[in-house]
């Protein structure tokens, strides 16, 4: 819920996560979903916090990895994944972004497809432009 371009996200509730617009820490967002507690766990999406992501991959049972509608992959991204994969971890990917201009969601499904091969699957694509 809410905005991190305006500073209102649940998951960034510190003063200066607010002044900056971007998480600095982990933290943990409960939610209940047909009868079943889920804690999701929002991470910095930069590599500067790379040891917060390796400490959580061993206490989550998947990670949802964001990135923007872009053909490019972001460093950031790439080490997500591959800490994913060395922890034996189920993932999605969560595209943002893509009411941009620019925004190339075919040409990231091909990047996803060269880099990981079929096993990338969409399960959901967006329609219109």
């Given at each position: 819920m809410?905005?991190?371009?305006?500073g209102t996200t649940q998951s960034d509730f510190d003063s200066l996560e607010q002044k900056r617009h971007i998480s600095l820490g982990a933290s943990v967002v409960p939610l209940e979903w047909h009868g079943h507690?889920?804690?999701?766990?929002d991470l910095p999406g930069y590599t500067d916090f790379i040891g917060e992501l390796h400490a959580v991959a061993r206490v989550v049972e998947a990670m949802i990895i964001v990135?923007?509608?872009k053909r490019d992959l972001d460093v950031g991204f790439e080490l997500a994944w591959d800490v994913a994969e060395a922890n034996r971890l189920p993932r999605c990917v969560f595209v943002n972004k893509l009411e941009r201009d620019n925004a190339k969601y075919d040409g990231l499904i091909e990047t996803l497809h060269a880099k990981y091969g079929r096993s990338v699957v969409n399960t959901q694509i967006p329609l219109g432009r």
């Open positions: 809410g905005s991190g371009d305006q507690k889920i804690n999701l766990i990135c923007e509608a």
